[in-house]
Structures are given as C-alpha cells and as structure tokens.
C-alpha cells in the first residue's frame, strides 16, 4: 500500500462529458502529481502542485484542469471527453524535490 | 530532449538474474528510477539511485548506472514467477519540480 488513495477505481462516460478524479496523497505530503497512461502515448506528466499551486505543467490538455485544495487532496478535471481519452489516470504523491515519488492505484476512464 | 528507451520484452527462466536495460537521453537528471506495475495495478517504486552514484544494491535488485553512455540497468537476482510485470525506468529532474519522465516499459515473463 502506497498510502496514496485514488477514486472511483473506474469510471465509464460519454463523449462530451465530464468527469473529476480525486486524489489523496501520503500523509506528510506536500506534492501531487498526475500522469496519464494510455497505450498509444505510454506514460506522461501532466501536472504538478505543491502545497496547493501550480508547480509544473507537462501534456496536459486545456479541456484537463486540476486543483489542490487546502488540505492537501487533489482533483483533476476532464471535460468535454473524446474516445482518445479513455487512459489509465495515476496521482503520484512526494514529499519534496528531492524524495522519490509514490503512486495510487489509478483511476481507469473509459469513454464510450 | 527528454526520451527513455527500453526493450520492451524479456523472457527468463525462473532462477536466473534478469537484467533489463534502459537508455536515456536529458543528461540534466537528478535521480532514475525504476517502478514495477503488475496487470491492472498502479506503479510500485522498487528502487531509485541518484545521478552521481554507479550502483546501487537492495536485496535482490542491483542498479547500475553508467552516466557517460545514459545507460540505466536493473539487475533482478533469483527471478521469480511474482516478478512477472512490466518495469519503468524513469528520469526525475529533482529541484522545484521533479517530475518523471518514463521509458516504454519492459515486460518481464517468468517461466517455471
């Protein structure tokens, strides 16, 4: 057990939809981080923050948005989805720079 | 450029070491990484080893990292059938974001 909780587990939607994954890091954690894992494009950054901002942003599309709230809990929004969507969508939590990172079980998308 | 390569498929009988290999490409790295992800599950950090270290040894994983050629290997002593999975190098960048960039992944079957 990582000590990073992500939900729901699955999530199966329409096209042009819109969906919210939810992340809760490690206790102690500063950092969140989002990937997305799809077969075509294997496995890429999307998103950082740090202590509720913005840190780093990396292929992340303008229909994706995320927070972090005060508590430290992440959500990361997907709107108006397309079939090309439908990935596996992990949260990675870590305690600094220079502390490794440690990831939830993911949330699998599935758009129909 | 940020890029990580590795072959994408290693068969070896179990008992043996397995040896899987990764090349990267941003000499810039802080740390690499190496996570194990089994079907359906999330990324499972094993190891990591920072970028002015050689190697790295940890029960029955070795890394060895040869900065000058960006050659990354994980060495797995006494292979066993639970070590069947897929395995990511990846490339942290440390300072005020340390986000991983991943190799292809390796799939690594164990047969008995």
């Known amino acids: 057990d990582s000590g990073v909780t992500q939900t729901p587990k699955h999530l199966i939607t329409a096209t042009g939809q819109r969906v919210t994954l939810r992340c809760s890091p490690r206790?102690?954690?500063?950092?969140v981080y989002w990937y997305q894992q799809s077969l075509d494009q294997g496995l890429q950054f999307l998103i950082q923050y740090y202590n509720g901002e913005e840190r780093a942003k990396g292929n992340i599309l303008e229909r994706f948005s995320a927070q972090q709230f005060p508590d430290l809990h992440s959500e990361l929004n997907l709107s108006s989805l397309e079939l090309g969507d439908s990935a596996l969508y992990f949260c990675a939590s870590g305690g600094g720079a220079e502390q490794p990172q440690h990831f939830g079980d993911g949330t699998r998308l599935s758009i129909l | 450029g940020e890029d990580v390569e590795q072959s994408l498929f290693l068969s070896v009988r179990e008992g043996d070491s397995s040896v899987i290999n990764c090349t990267y490409t941003d000499s810039s790295s802080t740390y690499l990484y190496w996570y194990k992800q089994e079907p359906g599950a999330g990324l499972q950090l094993l190891t990591y080893?920072?970028?002015?270290?050689d190697m790295k040894q940890d029960q029955r994983l070795t890394v060895l990292l040869n900065k000058k050629d960006k050659h990354l290997s994980l060495r797995i002593a006494d292979t066993q059938t639970g070590d069947s999975a897929i395995y990511f190098c990846a490339e942290g960048y440390g300072g005020a974001t340390n986000k991983l960039i991943f190799g292809t992944g390796t799939l690594l079957a164990v047969q008995p």
């Open positions: 206790s102690g954690d500063l950092s």
């Open positions: 080893i920072f970028s002015n270290m």
